[in-house]
């Protein structure tokens, strides 16, 4: 009788699901799901099995041969984070049952968009985002990434729509009458004018890699087992497949480093605007922001992120968010191997600076809550979206890092390898991976101080800060101000204004601020981070006649990586009445087409500066 997980209901008690069977009803009109979920178990169990819920509406759970009513109960009030513990009470041995559920459009996991809020303006569209607990927001589950689940999903749509999913495609047919009960009547899953879209997983995956979108959706070939997807006209998908060219190179790379790519397909769907992310690893259809395709094929360090999940994360899971530094801390280390075979050393050297410096940002932002700096957390009663950070990433990477360069790359790569295949589909928590470690590379706990780098707080002593030539020029430009020269930066892509944006020394003369700018055209650039980097610099130095352009910027896109400095600059910069009065009307008239996970985590940013 106890929780597996901080952030789950589900009980060690009692047995996990096997594989859930889900019918999905999407009414655009009411931005609601009616559906129902065939959850099998591991093995028949009598009594109690608990799974997590929130904002769903149970109708009913019944048996699946002949429908008769199972007892079922939703814990309430629901917790902030966790939400509701839906308790079915199986009153005879029972390895199936059937919930008829509903959800409601504050569903934490779904983004419901108009024809308008659209790039085509014709049709809605609607897409999942569940990392790292809002699953349970779309059907009740055991809504843990120690569970692990096969599925299959039908998704009733309106004819005019196509579904992608994060699973394989089985066909697109009419719909099927009585097919969808007892959730949904016959009258509304048969009706003129809709298709069902069927799809099945059939490796196990944790319920937060479940992920669909629908809308008006095109798809160009880029690669022998990828296709690019994307909301939008024809010229959409086409930027799109020209920015990803590469992908099958890195596929390549990456089954030469990390072994067997597992998936078959690795598919990329380019989302709109408001997406959250910058990329969602969901496996076989990466989702992406479309800020990522920027022209010069610059979003391949997201891609290669987004597929080295493909073996850290999505073959071997953290086993809770505890543990969120196996997924995350892996995928950097693997992401910056991938970018150093397709885009060369320095490049991959620069991302580890521009790291390195992100992660000495985050020790500044925690200084007082120093326990999310470790990289084996407790977060126990703590929102994961809330504590959201690079820790995990970069303190997660130099971990890698310093036990590479303990033991040689080649043995360590050889290691890595070993732990991929012996871990594949499971779920593990840090424990097993330095048991892993310390029996495979005997002696490594008497030259690496493990017990630090896993529980200590701060970065410890033996990083190392990585060296790029790259990186210490624009730093040292930046530093001193130095006005870049023309020929030198016609080189430059987005990550090298950003670096050097972030390091001039702040506040800016607005005079230097408008030079800047003028000579470079970075408030207009087409790359969002560098118009990010620079909005928040103008911010920074108390330039008001960027204010209008910042408005723009929060309007056009809900990338959290932006919305954060931005509304986070407009709070605390020099305009601080004027910015104050600007981030919170900015919000509440942009808020409604920002997704639900960025909607909360602007409007924490905002209490916190009442
Ligand atoms: N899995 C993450 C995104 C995520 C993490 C969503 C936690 C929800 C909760 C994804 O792989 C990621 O890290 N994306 C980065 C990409 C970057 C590191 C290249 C992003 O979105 O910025
Ligand atoms: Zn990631």
Not at 174 to 192: N, T, V
Not at 488 to 494: F, K, L, S
Not at 562 to 577: E, F, H, I, N, T
Request: hydrophobic share 40%.
């Amino acid at each position: 009788m106890a929780p597996i997980d901080p952030h789950s209901f589900a009980d060690d008690d009692e047995p996990m699901t096997e594989h859930v069977s889900l019918s999905l009803y999407l009414d655009f009109s009411r931005s609601v799901i009616r559906g129902t979920a065939v959850v099998t178990l591991s093995r028949p169990h009598a009594g109690r099995i608990t799974l997590d819920a929130r904002a769903l509406e149970i109708a009913a759970v019944v048996r699946p041969d002949g429908g008769a009513p199972i007892p079922f109960e939703l814990s309430y009030p629901p917790d902030p984070i966790k939400g509701q513990a839906l308790s079915v009470n199986l009153t005879s041995p029972s390895s199936a049952f059937v919930i008829a559920f509903s959800t409601s459009p504050s569903s934490t996991a779904l983004q419901w968009l108009t024809p308008a809020q659209t790039s085509t303006k014709a049709l809605p569209f609607v897409y999942t985002q569940c990392q790292a607990i809002h699953a349970r927001s779309v059907f009740p589950c055991q809504d843990t990434p120690s569970a692990r689940i096969r599925y299959s999903a039908r998704l009733n749509i309106p004819e005019p729509l196509s579904a992608a999913m994060a699973a394989a495609r089985v066909r697109r047919r009419a719909p099927i009458l009585g097919e969808a009960a007892p959730g949904c009547p016959d009258a509304a899953w048969c009706a003129a004018g809709r298709a069902v879209e069927e799809f099945h997983m059939v490796q196990p995956v944790p319920p937060y890699l479940f992920a669909f979108a629908a809308g008006e959706i095109r798809r160009r070939e880029v690669g022998p087992r990828s296709c690019v997807y994307a909301e939008g006209t024809a010229e959409t998908v086409a930027a799109a497949a020209a920015e990803f060219a590469g992908v099958e190179d890195m596929i390549v790379a990456g089954e030469a480093l990390f072994g067997e790519y597992q998936w078959e397909r690795f598919d990329l769907l380019v989302l709109p605007p408001s997406f959250p992310y910058g990329g969602m690893e969901n496996p076989r259809m990466t989702f992406l922001t479309p800020t990522v395709i920027r022209g010069d094929g610059s979003g391949a360090q997201v891609v290669a992120h987004e597929l080295a999940h493909s073996w850290t994360g999505n073959l071997i899971t953290n086993k809770t968010n505890n543990d969120f530094w196996l997924n995350e801390g892996f995928t950097t280390y693997a992401e910056r191997r991938i970018v150093e075979v397709v885009q060369g050393k320095e490049r991959a050297a620069l991302n580890m600076g521009i790291g390195w410096r992100g992660l000495n940002k985050e020790m500044e932002r925690f200084k007082n809550r120093m326990e999310f700096t470790k990289l084996k957390t407790n977060q126990e009663g703590v929102d994961p979206d809330e504590i959201y950070s690079e820790v995990p990433y970069e303190k997660g990477f130099h971990f890698l890092w310093r036990i590479e360069r303990e033991i040689g790359r080649f043995e360590f790569d050889i290691f890595l390898k070993k732990y991929i295949e012996k871990f594949k589909f499971q779920s593990v928590d840090t424990e097993t991976f330095v048991e892993f470690l310390k029996d495979n590379v005997p002696g490594i706990e008497k030259r690496v101080d493990i017990e630090t780098w896993v529980h200590g707080t701060g970065i410890p002593a033996d990083a190392k800060e990585p060296e790029s030539a790259l990186y210490t020029k624009i730093v040292a430009m930046a530093e001193r101000f130095n006005h870049p020269e023309l020929a030198a930066v016609a080189e430059w892509q987005g990550q090298e204004w950003e670096l050097y944006l972030e390091n001039l020394p702040r506040p800016l003369q607005p005079s230097q601020v408008v030079d800047l700018d003028t000579c470079f055209g970075l408030a207009e650039s087409k790359d969002w981070e560098v118009k990010v980097a620079f909005l928040d610099l103008a911010i920074s130095s108390g330039c008001e006649q960027y204010l209008g352009m910042v408005e723009k910027a929060l309007k056009e896109v809900g990338r959290m990586k932006y919305l954060r400095p931005l509304y986070s600059a407009l709070l605390r910069g020099p305009c601080q009445d004027q910015g104050k009065i600007l981030a919170h009307r900015v919000f509440a008239e942009a808020r409604d087409s920002y997704h639900p996970i960025a909607q909360g985590v602007v409007q924490s940013i905002l209490s916190k500066h009442l």
